[in-house]
């Protein structure tokens, strides 16, 4: 089923009292558009004061969370982005939880470097979407900081806390208090890299250990699921050629921290349909729970298994 996109800036923009109230709307639509992103909306009922020129203060302020069970938070202990990557008590929880949900799935667990890399995949992958979902939908990237980020040790569900963003000048919200403008979609799409990086870079140090992969392994990770978000996105809307094309164009080629671009392209099938592919610069080892079937992107999986895929 294809789904039609809303306008780029929603129509009741005039009416949402602050720019946290806006960015929760977005937060919501994406979640609705994207079924694989598992998402709470920590809605703010209270508009705080903005410090002029300084980010939109997120944090702690009066707030409801939609998309959740009323009881979620006293059931289970959703750390923050900030947490695990200063606590290792709790990034060790966060791998043990890994552990336990590929046990459900009916998996051997693999070794703790293997389980580092998938829990590490999954919140990337996840974590991405806060900034690019947005972007793709509203080209508005928001203003989130590590606080701003919660994770479900019990299941793969992620919470946001929505503050200021970053747009075009032509936005209907330009002029909110907590709401910066750049000049052009190239600087968009480098605030949305930078964003995502500094949002990230300290729970990558904290793994790096744990996965036993360097700078370049864990950057390139990171690199694949802000790509991988897009594509997947897009995809969900019917909207693959365009979401490749965005992705291509928010990493063209190695930015750094980033150490590749998206490098997509096309492979034909023999009744002559192009598919498009691309191979990861990060392996998420997923082929370490099931050796036979090592991802579709996977440096692992050749033309011909990646065309038998698509064209099944």
């Known amino acids: 089923m294809t789904l039609a996109l809303a306008p780029a800036c929603p129509p009741d923009d005039a009416t949402a009292p602050t720019c946290a109230h806006l960015l929760a709307r977005g937060y919501e639509r994406l979640a609705a558009l994207c079924e694989p992103l598992h998402l709470d909306v920590r809605w703010p009922t209270e508009a705080p004061t903005p410090t002029p020129g300084a980010a939109y203060p997120f944090a702690e302020h009066p707030a409801r969370v939609s998309n959740a069970d009323e009881n979620s938070g006293a059931a289970t ?36 470097h293997a389980v580092a890399a998938r829990a590490l995949h999954g919140c990337l992958w996840s974590v991405s979407l806060l900034l690019s979902g947005v972007w793709y939908l509203e080209r508005r990237v928001p203003l989130l900081d590590q606080r701003a980020v919660r994770c479900d040790l019990s299941s793969d569900r992620y919470e946001v806390t929505p503050g200021g963003f970053l747009c075009l000048p032509d936005d209907p919200a330009a002029g909110l208090p907590g709401v910066r403008t750049v000049p052009d979609e190239g600087a968009l799409r480098a605030e949305l890299r930078d964003g995502f990086a500094a949002l990230v870079g300290p729970l ?33 809307l019917g909207e693959e050629e365009h979401a490749a094309r965005l992705a291509g164009g928010v990493l063209p080629h190695a ?11 096309r492979l034909t099938g023999p009744t002559g349909r192009a598919h498009l592919t691309r191979t ?13 079937e090592a991802c ?3 440096p692992r999986t050749g033309d011909a298994e990646r065309l038998r895929r698509l064209e099944g």
Not at 255 to 265: E, K, L, N
Not at 280 to 292: D, E, F, M, N
């Open 255 to 265: 930015i750094a921290p980033y150490p590749d671009g998206a490098g997509f392209r």
């Open 204 to 236: 990558l140090a904290a793994i790096g250990p744990w996965f036993r992969r360097g700078p370049r392994a864990l950057w390139g990770m990171a690199g694949d699921d802000l790509v991988s978000g897009i594509w997947t996105l897009g995809r969900l």
């Open 77 to 112: 202990h959703r750390p923050t982005l900030e947490q695990l990557a200063t606590d290792t008590e709790l990034l060790a929880a966060f791998l043990d939880a890994e552990a336990a949900r590929i046990a459900a799935g009916g998996d051997a667990v693999p070794r703790r």
């Open 280 to 292: 990861r610069t990060g392996c998420c080892l997923y082929y370490a729970i099931r050796p036979a």
């Open 296 to 298: 579709g992107t996977c």
